[in-house]
T-cell receptor, first 118, second 112 residues
C-alpha cells in the first residue's frame, strides 16, 4: 500500500527558533498533501492543504506566516513552524492520497512529529 | 460548520463485541472513514463506507446510513491490542484536494 513518511518523529526546540517537518510520499505522487495538528486527547484538526507548485490553503485561525508550507515537488511537502512558542507544542501529522488508485481512496498518514518547544 | 460526534470513551471486555457510533452533519458527503490511532502514533485506516450498508473486514465491520447521518464501527472478539482511539472522519467532496474532517475520537479501553 501507499506509504507516507514524515521526519523527524520527535523534535525539541528552544522558544523563538524554527523547526522544519518533512512529509514524503514514497511510492506515489501527491499533488495535494494535508497538514493536521493534534493536541493531547483531541482529534486531528486540519491546518492547511498543501498544493504542489502553488500556495497552500490555510484553515481559518491558522497563521500562514507562522506555519510556512512548501510543496516543491510531487513527493515532498514541508511545514516550517517559525518563531516557535511553547503553545505550538503538539503532534503534527501529514497525509496524502494516492489518486492513481481511484477516486474513493483512503488518506495515508505520516508517522507524525511530536514537537516540544521549551 | 461541520459536526461529527462520537462518544469520548468506552470500555469493553476482552473477547466481547463493541459498537462505536458516529453521527455527522456536514455540508457535503463523499464517504465516511474509520481510523485507529494508538497513543503517540499516526492513524491507520480501518474501513470506508460511501454507500448505505455494512462493510465487513475481518474482526471489524462498519455500517453507514446516509439518510440518518449515522455510522458505527463494530469490533468483534476484542483483544487487548484493540485499546486505542477510533476516529470517525468524513470526506466532504470527491476531489483530490479534499481533506478529511475528523470527529474527536473515541478512546476504547479493553479490559481483561
Amino acid at each position: 500500500g501507499a506509504v507516507v513518511s514524515q521526519h523527524p518523529s520527535r523534535v525539541i526546540c528552544k522558544s523563538g527558533t524554527s523547526v522544519k517537518i518533512e512529509c514524503r510520499s514514497l511510492d506515489f505522487q501527491a499533488t495535494t498533501m494535508f497538514w493536521y495538528r493534534q493536541f493531547p486527547k483531541q482529534s486531528l484538526m486540519l491546518m492547511a492543504t498543501s498544493n504542489e507548485g502553488s500556495k497552500a490553503t490555510y484553515e481559518q485561525g491558522v497563521e500562514k506566516d507562522k506555519f510556512l508550507i512548501n510543496h516543491a515537488s510531487l513527493t515532498l511537502s514541508t511545514l516550517t513552524v517559525t518563531s516557535a512558542h511553547p503553545e505550538d507544542s503538539s503532534f503534527y501529522i501529514c497525509s496524502a492520497r494516492d489518486l492513481g488508485t481511484g477516486p474513493n481512496t483512503e488518506a495515508f498518514f505520516g508517522q507524525g512529529t511530536r514537537l516540544t518547544v521549551v | 460548520g461541520q459536526n461529527i460526534d462520537q462518544p469520548t470513551e468506552m470500555t469493553a471486555t476482552e473477547g466481547a463485541i463493541v459498537q462505536i457510533n458516529c453521527t455527522y452533519q456536514t455540508s457535503g458527503f463523499n464517504g465516511l472513514f474509520w481510523y485507529q490511532q494508538h497513543a503517540g502514533e499516526a492513524p491507520t485506516f480501518l474501513s470506508y463506507n460511501v454507500l448505505d450498508g455494512l462493510e465487513e473486514k475481518g474482526r471489524f465491520s462498519s455500517f453507514l446510513s446516509r439518510s440518518k447521518g449515522y455510522s458505527y464501527l463494530l469490533l468483534k472478539e476484542l483483544q487487548m491490542k484493540d485499546s486505542a482511539s477510533y476516529l470517525c472522519a468524513v470526506r466532504l467532496w470527491n476531489s483530490g484536494n479534499t481533506p478529511l474532517v475528523f470527529g474527536k475520537g473515541t478512546r476504547l479501553s479493553v479490559i481483561a
